[in-house]
């Protein structure tokens, strides 16, 4: 089966046998590390045991796909008996199910090593003290294929099987972008794809405060642009994202950034990084949603609880009567920071070209779907 997928694969043959007989050739090597980046492998009777998993895994080899062809014991004893080997080519056939036409290949066939009975059966339990141990490391990319049936057939169902791409609900390292104007809900957004996908969420304005809580390096340089209640610098704002974007969590698990970029020097300043989005939604929502949204939102200052007058109404008119407005949700200042978004959102959506819009005026759950959708299925292909 091997040599059957590696030829209609194209693709590098590796056994045990192979790769100890051949000879070394820095030239060979090096060709055929090309070709096989290149083609891809596969891979025949390697690992047997767990120990050589853990070794190739610690390796960084990892196999897309993994195939197990299972039959019973007095099966394969039978089959291994009638095994013949071409030593020209090393083709394998079998005096039953697959003798060759021509006379000349059989009369060069020679009868392998090690295929007794006796011999089989030894080789066979020690295969299933092995395999038991195996069979774990692989729970997401194997495949167990009844042997005990014509090898066409096992052919075919070995081949579909590798040239299917295993589904995923989510990128390799997800780092999605959410942008849009105040009020259009990119703080939830951001909360739900953390929760279900276990990405790390990442509020540019919380990791300022965060900052300056925790009387760090950045908080110290912070905290006079706070007490002023100035913009901090963009270079700030960058070390701060850069110095969290590299830490070991965001590599490993990906992230959901939302606050930053807000104009298109910062949008390129992001662009530098290491690690820039992958995914990237503007979430699109009227004026008038988000005047509603904002400018009816109250805090209670006796229990810190939030209402919308709306949406979250008080329960009594005791606490309605104490109820404070945030200065920040007055309609004078929401429609200056919608006036300045307005002012760069145009430059911000040439330059993320790829990015994905969705109507944010609707359920918030709804919402959610449209991005869920955006990240688990592939970027649209544009068609020239």
């Known amino acids: 089966m091997a040599m059957w997928l590696s030829k209609h694969l194209k693709s590098v043959f590796l056994s045990l046998e192979n790769l100890m007989t051949k000879e070394y050739s820095s030239l060979a090597e090096r060709a055929r590390k090309h070709y096989q980046k290149m083609k891809g492998w596969i891979l025949d009777g390697i690992p047997e045991t767990r120990e050589q998993v853990l070794m190739i895994q610690a390796l960084g080899i990892t196999p897309r796909h993994v195939i197990v062809l299972s039959a019973p014991d007095t099966v394969l004893i039978e089959r291994n008996l009638g095994k013949r080997v071409d030593p020209h080519n090393g083709e394998i056939y079998h005096t039953t199910f697959d003798w060759p036409p021509e006379f000349e290949i059989q009369n060069r066939l020679i009868v392998p090593e090690g295929i007794s009975e006796k011999e089989t059966a030894q080789r066979l339990m020690a295969y299933h003290r092995s395999i038991v141990r195996v069979l774990p490391s692989y729970p997401k990319t194997l495949k167990v294929i009844s042997a005990d049936q014509p090898c066409v057939d096992v052919f075919y169902q070995a081949l579909t099987y590798v040239q299917t791409?295993?589904?995923?609900?989510?990128?390799?390292?997800?780092?999605?972008?959410?942008?849009?104007?105040?009020?259009?809900?990119?703080?939830?957004?951001?909360?739900?794809?953390?929760?279900?996908?276990?990405?790390?969420?990442?509020?540019?304005?919380?990791?300022?405060?965060?900052?300056?809580?925790?009387?760090?390096?950045?908080?110290?340089?912070?905290?006079?642009?706070?007490?002023?209640?100035?913009?901090?610098?963009?270079?700030?704002?960058?070390?701060?994202?850069?110095?969290?974007?590299?830490?070991?969590?965001?590599?490993?698990?990906?992230?959901?950034?939302?606050?930053?970029?807000?104009?298109?020097?910062?949008?390129?300043?992001?662009?530098?990084?290491?690690?820039?989005?992958?995914?990237?939604?503007?979430?699109?929502?009227?004026?008038?949603?988000?005047?509603?949204?904002?400018?009816?939102?109250?805090?209670?200052?006796?229990?810190?609880?939030?209402?919308?007058?709306?949406?979250?109404?008080?329960?009594?008119?005791?606490?309605?009567?104490?109820?404070?407005?945030?200065?920040?949700?007055?309609?004078?200042?929401?429609?200056?920071?919608?006036?300045?978004?307005?002012?760069?959102?145009?430059?911000?959506?040439?330059?993320?070209?790829?990015?994905?819009?969705?109507?944010?005026?609707?359920?918030?759950?709804?919402?959610?779907?449209?991005?869920?959708?955006?990240?688990?299925?592939?970027?649209?292909?544009?068609?020239?």
């Not at 006079?224 to 209640?229: G, I, L």
């Not at 949008?267 to 979430?283: G, S, W």
């Not at 200052?301 to 920040?328: F, S």
């Open 165 to 384: 791409s295993h589904r995923s609900n989510a990128p390799f390292t997800p780092r999605v972008l959410l942008l849009g104007p105040m009020g259009s809900g990119k703080r939830l957004q951001a909360a739900l794809l953390a929760q279900k996908y276990g990405l790390v969420n990442v509020s540019c304005g919380q990791l300022l405060k965060e900052a300056v809580a925790d009387k760090s390096k950045f908080g110290e340089v912070i905290q006079p642009f706070f007490e002023k209640d100035m913009a901090v610098p963009d270079s700030i704002i960058m070390n701060l994202l850069s110095s969290r974007l590299t830490q070991h969590d965001c590599i490993q698990k990906g992230w959901v950034m939302y606050g930053f970029p807000r104009d298109l020097d910062q949008a390129h300043m992001l662009d530098t990084l290491e690690y820039k989005p992958n995914r990237v939604f503007f979430l699109n929502v009227p004026l008038d949603s988000i005047l509603e949204r904002l400018t009816l939102r109250r805090i209670d200052p006796v229990t810190g609880e939030r209402y919308h007058l709306m949406y979250k109404p008080p329960p009594t008119m005791e606490i309605q009567a104490r109820l404070l407005e945030n200065p920040k949700d007055t309609e004078e200042r929401v429609k200056l920071k919608m006036d300045l978004f307005y002012r760069n959102s145009a430059e911000l959506e040439a330059f993320y070209k790829q990015a994905i819009t969705i109507n944010g005026d609707q359920d918030p759950y709804t919402v959610f779907e449209y991005i869920e959708t955006g990240i688990i299925n592939p970027l649209p292909q544009k068609v020239l």
